[in-house]
C-alpha cells in the first residue's frame, strides 16, 4: 500500500515528493580516540541539504560510535562516525540503512 505523507505543522507542512533508500555496507578505518571518519556512498536522486535517516542491521551501532549522515552533494550521501571513546576503535564493515526524502 502505498501512503501519502506531509512533514511540519498543519500550517507549514509539504508533500514528501520522493523518497530514496539504500542499503550499504561501509568498513570504517580505525578512529582515534575523540576522533571522526567519513564515508561516502552514491545514491541516485539524492539533493543537497535533504535529510538522511540511518538505519542498522539488527547488530545495531557499533559500541562507542555514534553516527551522522546527510546529503552531501548531488547523489552523495556522507555517513561520519564520531569516537567518543578514550581508546582507538577499528569498528569492522557493517550495513547501514540509509533514507533521504525531498519535498
Known sequence: ATQSSK???????????QRL???????????VAGGQQDL???LSG????????????????FAG?????WVSAADTIT???YNGT????????QTF???TWAF
Open 97 to 99: 540503512s540509509l533514507l
Open 40 to 42: 561516502t556512498t552514491a
Open 7 to 17: 512533514i511540519g505543522t498543519s500550517s507549514d507542512a509539504r508533500a514528501v515528493t
Open 79 to 81: 555517513v561520519r562516525a
Open 21 to 31: 533508500s539504500k542499503a550499504v555496507s561501509l568498513d570504517f578505518p580505525n578512529i
Open 65 to 69: 560510535l555514534r553516527y551522522e549522515a
Open 86 to 93: 578514550g581508546a582507538g576503535i577499528d569498528p569492522p564493515a
Open 46 to 61: 539524492a539533493v543537497a541539504g535533504q535529510p538522511v535517516v540511518i538505519g542498522f542491521t539488527s547488530t545495531g551501532p
